[in-house]
């Protein structure tokens, strides 16, 4: 038996070759031993196919309505992006601020964030992975005018790793329309 399987993107073929060997009596009439055989290969092709679907993963939110300046805190404190704008796979959480991966993969996280008040407090997002921070993206709030802050990274994720952003302590933020303030992730592919 020989296979040969073809993958394209993510449709997968299998072909399965099957020889079948046959023998045959061949008349012999002039002699007087057993017939002799002849051999002839019949070959035949199965095909299966499948369609392998893969997950869908995307998530956007930011920290809307009510238009306010987040912290600060004397703690580092959660940040809940509860105005959800993409929950493809339901991956997201709005209540807790925590994305859960539903499947080990490559994925791109991407936070950004932004203060708009007149003061001069630093703001700041720390990125999580399992209770583990990965990344602190801050600005200095000297010049007490407008600051953003934004930035991305590709994880390797197993099925159940959560990542959440938390607000550093004595830093502020900034929630209101626009979504200057956000959380968001997409699956590359799985593994």
Known sequence: ISLLILTKISLCSLAVFVSTNLYFPKKDSQSKHAPICYQTSIKTKHALSCVTVRPKVAFS???GPPQRILGP????????YSKVLTNIGGAYNSHTGVFTAPVRGIYYI????SEYGNT????????YKNEQILMHLGENG???LAKHISSGVTLELEAGDVVYTRLPEHYVLWGGPGFRTSFSGFL????
């Open 61 to 63: 939110a930011g920290i």
């Open 73 to 80: 805190f004397n703690a580092e404190t959660n940040l809940i």
């Open 110 to 113: 991407r936070f950004t964030g």
């Open 120 to 127: 001069s407090n630093n703001i700041g997002v720390n990125l």
């Open 142 to 144: 000297s010049d007490g």
């Open 188 to 191: 590359i592919f799985p593994m």
